[in-house]
Structure formats: structure tokens, C-alpha cells
């Protein structure tokens, strides 16, 4: 495996890998890899003939009071995952290669950035839209890799691509859970062991909002309450947001006539944590 920390050296290997090999899949990450991040990486290998992971923790998308700067960081680590998954290339840039001095651009995706995440984070969804940007041009990927885990990403990330002609293809990949049924997240390594299982009562909220919905209940409300039910079960864990949305734009929904995105974040301790599922009336 090559680890590039320019722009210009990972541009220059990922377009002479396109013209002696083929399809280039990418899959963005900010390190601290985990299963589901190695989930991500299996599916590139199996679609693509060169696998890119980049690995940058981007300050852009952290708030003034967020965890930038503990963000766990264990690069080493890391490449000897990725070395073991036969990834071709790790691109590892510096921030001044991200974000040269007096750059004043960014990309935002009106009117969605603000919805799930973004309205708890404002200008969080900007500064992933922009590296992403940035990463599609310096990459210059086929594909790109996505977990479901991070839903309104995704679907920002969809708009983006969409509304800016990129290029690029876009593959969202199942979210990998421990086997009791927490979502895996670089920050899961925040709790502590108590936390560990009040942690446990995101995908216990989701799973009772699926069996209320399979009951035939489509008002979102209603399925909402169900869920907030659940969460009161655990008061240590402070709700930041339920809500049953539409997977492509975002917007809140008041029946689950068509896909519901049903998407949780909570606090366990200082530890921000996200989860989601599909809800699809059509099973």
C-alpha cells in the first residue's frame, strides 16, 4: 500500500492507476477504523480495481465546543488495517494540504444542510460537503463508498453530486452493528462501560418504532412516540433528536406513505451518538 500526503502525489497515482488499471473506488474516512469502516472497504474492492481510503480528520465539520480536537487518532493502526484489506492507496494529507492558506470556498447544499444533524450542528453538513468536494477532485473516483449509519450524509452527499455533475457514483453500504445491536462509530471508544449500555437504548428506541410500524401504524407521530417511550427508559441518555423523515430530501414526514427514514441522535455522557433505520411500507 502507498500513503499520499499531497494533493498533487495522490492525484498524479490515483489518475495513472485509472489509465493502467480501471475503476478507482474511494471510500472517505476520518481513521479509527472499525468494522464498519472495513465493511466499506471490502464492498470497493469487490465493485473497483483500486481502492483509495483517505483518512483526514477534517476540522470544518467540528463546532467550537465539539470533539475535534480528542477525535481519536491511531493512524498506525490503521494502515496495518488497510495493508491487510489490500488497500492500493491511503490518502493521508496534513490540513494545510486540505485547507491551503486564505482558502474562502465551500460547498453547501441549500436547504438540507440544516435538517437532522445540521440543525443540532449548524455548519457541520457544509464542511462535509466541501471535503467531500474536494476528495472527489483530488481522487477523481468511479465510486464512492458510503455507510448507511451516517444517513443524512449520504443523502446530502446524493443532492451534491447530482446538482454539481459530478461525475462519480455513489454506493451506500448496510450499517454494521456489534452484536448487541449498537451502531459501530469511531466514537463508541468514548464510553465508558455504564455508558456502554445505556448506549444501547438507540437501537432499542429504532427497533421499537420497526415493530410499531410492522403493527400497521404509519402516523409519524405516533411512531415517534413510541420511540421516546423507549428512551425514557434511560434517562442518563439525553435525546437530542427523533425524527421520521424522507430519505432523499431530508424533509419530516407526518405519514410513512413511501420510505421513512427514521433517524436518532443522543447524548450518552458527553458522547454524541447517531442511528437510523429504513421503515418501507411495501415489505
Known amino acids: 500500500m502507498k500513503i499520499h500526503r499531497t494533493v498533487d502525489a495522490m492525484r498524479s497515482a490515483s ?24 465493511s466499506l472497504i471490502r464492498a470497493a474492492k469487490n465493485q473497483c480495481d483500486v481502492v483509495v481510503v483517505s483518512i483526514f480528520v477534517n476540522p470544518i465539520q467540528f463546532g467550537p465546543n465539539e470533539d475535534y480536537s480528542k477525535y481519536p487518532q491511531t493512524f498506525e493502526r490503521d494502515s496495518r488495517m488497510l495493508e491487510k484489506e489490500g488497500v492500493a492507496f491511503a490518502f493521508a494529507p496534513s490540513i494545510e494540504q486540505m485547507y ?60 451534491m453530486v447530482r446538482d454539481l455533475n459530478v461525475p462519480v457514483e455513489i ?16 466514537r463508541n471508544a468514548y464510553l465508558d462501560p455504564a455508558q456502554r449500555k445505556s448506549a444501547l437504548v438507540l437501537s432499542r428506541t429504532l427497533r421499537r418504532v420497526r415493530q410499531v410500524f410492522d403493527q400497521g401504524e ?24 427523533l425524527e421520521i423523515a424522507d430519505p432523499e430530501t431530508l424533509d419530516g414526514v ?30
Open 171 to 186: 454506493v451506500v453500504c448496510p450499517i454494521v452493528r456489534e452484536p448487541d445491536g449498537l451502531a459501530m462509530s469511531s
Open 100 to 159: 491551503p492558506g486564505g482558502a474562502l470556498s465551500y460547498v453547501t447544499v441549500e436547504g438540507m444542510s440544516e435538517k437532522l444533524c445540521g440543525r443540532s450542528r449548524p455548519g457541520h453538513f457544509r464542511g462535509v460537503t466541501t471535503v467531500v468536494s474536494k476528495l472527489f477532485h483530488i481522487v477523481e473516483p468511479d465510486l464512492a463508498f458510503f455507510g448507511q449509519k451516517d444517513a443524512a450524509q449520504v443523502a446530502i452527499i446524493q443532492r
Open 254 to 283: 407526518e405519514m410513512v406513505s413511501s420510505n421513512g427514514l427514521v433517524a436518532i441522535a443522543a447524548f450518552v455522557g458527553t458522547t454524541r451518538l447517531i442511528d437510523n433505520i429504513l421503515l418501507l411500507p411495501s415489505r
Open 15 to 38: 489518475r495513472a492507476a485509472r489509465h493502467n488499471t480501471g475503476r478507482i473506488g474511494l471510500v472517505p474516512t476520518m481513521g479509527a477504523l472499525h468494522e464498519g469502516h472495513l
Open 218 to 241: 404509519r402516523n409519524a407521530a405516533k411512531l415517534i412516540e413510541a420511540g421516546k417511550q423507549v428512551m425514557a427508559e434511560e434517562p442518563s441518555v439525553r435525546l437530542d433528536y
